[in-house]
């Protein structure tokens, strides 16, 4: 991989910078001012499903106090922040009545945002479906629309007169894959049965939240958000291979595809027909929506090999800590030329308009030494996605922004607080914050010192 040199300039005046965050990893408060419970507060306290039993009761009290970390946001020269809405709070029973504490609070973080001279960029689902939905089937219940539908309602309603940019939902293959597949994420269900509805629901969601979006705000600026991956086979065995284009159909293509009206990838993942079953007359046109930007979010590359234990797609990926890699704090492999790569690979489905890297970040071991955190192995990595984000532009992909993930170190769902992803570091037992070396760079690098 050759080395880019990057500077803010080299993006120019019109490309946006910014860090990401969610309300469930940063919150805390989980049942302050009427905020009704959601999956992730009930699946926290079960046991055995978090990392040392950890919960995100505390996290990093954002709720408490946001003005603290987004006058770190400023302190940094960071021009936008995005974080999400937490539905329970808006809506404590998922559906019906509102609860108007939770909307003058999130007025509150967006105004705050605004006086400080940084833009807020809106999350309306980042995985924390309110409890009393899971309860009557959660994303696996047709009803999921109608309630979806309305939660958007509310938050266009009640934000849009300030919030431009939106972005209706964070990462479905994993809150799906991970929730109602393999269980180790909430609401902790698996199979089958549970995934496929899922899936069909959610993307029904996605396209239906960014409709209305558009039509209760023609001039806001409506994206959604992808996980998604470099994928390569392990080894070049025909088998491999074929594992690979499986394991690439439920990694990066499942839920962009029928966005782009190209339907579900089943030919190359037979189980998802399971999905026609449940489709109505009109599902098929109603899953397609013409986003105004897709985030896509890059963190490492998988590697793929064949395995006859895993079913429906017989394939597996090989972990990093067994390829000889450099590993970041959660077992990752470090990896730039993946987020060119996705780049180079979604712009090519034609009907999609503009890219942002909506999160890249990385987890490390890092020390609070004398008052410091000298975490030089961020810098660079930081520095060298930024470069291979510029490698993409300048080959012609429309990529118009790029956010860290994350702003502090905050509750990394089921690996608890053990690993570090923020540009500041959190003593969870005092809540005292300090800029990382990472955060002094990002912050040198945005002023233009770089
Ligand atoms: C999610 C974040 C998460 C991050 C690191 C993304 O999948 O959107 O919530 O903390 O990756 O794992």
Known sequence: ?????????????????????????TEGACSEDGKGASIWDEF??????????ESADTACEFYLNYQRDIDLVKQMNIPNFRFSIAWSRILPQGDGEVNQAGIDHYNNVINYCLQQGVEPWL????????????????????????????????????????????????????????????GVHAPGRTGVKNFLPAVLYA?????????????????????TTFSCSAVEPYTSKQRDINATKRADAI??????????????????????????????PGDADALKFDFDFIGLQCYTREMVRFSLFTPYIYATLV???????????MGWEVYPPSIYQVLKRFSAYAPAKAFYITENGVAFEDQLIDGE???????????????????????????????VWTLTDNFEWAE??????????????????TIKAAGKWYANFLAGNE
């Open 319 to 329: 972990k990093a800590e067994k390829r000889n890699v450099p590993l970041t704090q």
């Open 44 to 53: 926290t306290h079960r046991k055995g499903k978090i990392l040392k039993g």
């Open 1 to 25: 991989m050759e080395d880019i040199y990057i500077n803010k300039a080299s993006f120019g005046d019109d490309f946006s910078w910014g860090v990401s965050t969610a309300a469930f990893q």
């Open 373 to 403: 955190v000298n975490d030089t192995q961020r810098v660079d990595y930081l520095q060298k996605h930024i470069g291979q984000v510029l490698k993409a532009k300048n080959e012609g992909v429309n990529v118009k922004g790029y956010f």
């Open 123 to 182: 999350t309306i689902y980042h995985w924390d479906l309110p409890l009393a939905l899971e309860k009557q089937g959660g994303w696996t219940n047709r009803n999921i629309i109608e309630w979806f539908i309305n939660y958007v309602t509310i938050c266009a309603n009640s934000f849009g007169d300030r919030v431009k940019h939106w972005m209706v939902m964070n990462e479905p293959a994993v809150f799906t894959g991970a929730g109602y597949f393999l």
């Open 251 to 280: 990694i990066n293509r499942l839920f962009i595809e029928p966005v782009m009206g190209l339907g579900y990838p089943m030919a190359d993942v037979p189980v998802l027909e399971g999905i026609k079953k449940l489709m109505q």
């Open 416 to 433: 608890g607080y053990h690993p570090r992803f923020g540009l500041v570091h959190v003593d969870f037992k005092t809540q005292q914050r």
């Open 203 to 223: 993307s029904l969601c996605l396209a239906a939240g960014g409709k209305k979006l558009k039509e209760i705000l023609p001039g806001s600026v409506v994206g």
